[in-house]
Nanobody, 123 residues
Framework: QVQLVESGGGLVQPGGSLRLSCAAS????????MAWFRRAPGKEREFVAV????????RYSDSVKGRFTISRDNAKNTVSLRMNSLKTEDTTIYYC????????????????WGQGTQVTVSS
C-alpha cells in the first residue's frame, strides 16, 4: 500500500517558478513509476509528467515540455516537479500518482493518488 502526499502549491505570478513535492509513505524505489497529473474544474484530467522507477526515463506533455522537470529521490521516497515559466493556464490542482513498475501517460493505469495541491498563476 502506498500513500502519497503533495505539497508546494501556492500562488505565483506569470513567469515565476514553483516546486511541487510528493512524499510516499511506502517504499517506491525500484517498484513504482511516478507521475504528475492535473485537473482543472470541469475539465478532463491531464497528464503532465512521468518518471521511471530508476529515474532514467521521463516523459512530458507538450504543454509543459521545456518548462517543467520531474525528478525523484528513491532514498527519501519523494518525487518532485519543478515548474518554471509558469503561465496562467497552468492554474489548477496537481496530483501525484504511482503506478506499479512501468511508465504510462494514462491516468487510468495509476493505482495510487494523492489528494492534490493547488497551483494558481496570477498577477
Amino acid at each position: 500500500q502506498v500513500q502519497l502526499v503533495e505539497s508546494g502549491g501556492g500562488l505565483v505570478q506569470p513567469g515565476g517558478s514553483l516546486r511541487l513535492s510528493c512524499a510516499a509513505s511506502g517504499d517506491i524505489s525500484n517498484a513504482f513509476a511516478m507521475a504528475w497529473f492535473r485537473r482543472a474544474p470541469g475539465k478532463e484530467r491531464e497528464f503532465v509528467a512521468v518518471i521511471s522507477m530508476a529515474g532514467d526515463l521521463t516523459r512530458y506533455s507538450d504543454s509543459v515540455k521545456g518548462r517543467f522537470t520531474i525528478s525523484r529521490d528513491n532514498a527519501k521516497n519523494t518525487v518532485s516537479l519543478r515548474m518554471n515559466s509558469l503561465k496562467t493556464e497552468d492554474t489548477t490542482i496537481y496530483y501525484c500518482a504511482a503506478r506499479w513498475r512501468d511508465v504510462s501517460t494514462l491516468g487510468l493505469e495509476f493505482g495510487y493518488w494523492g489528494q492534490g495541491t493547488q497551483v494558481t498563476v496570477s498577477s
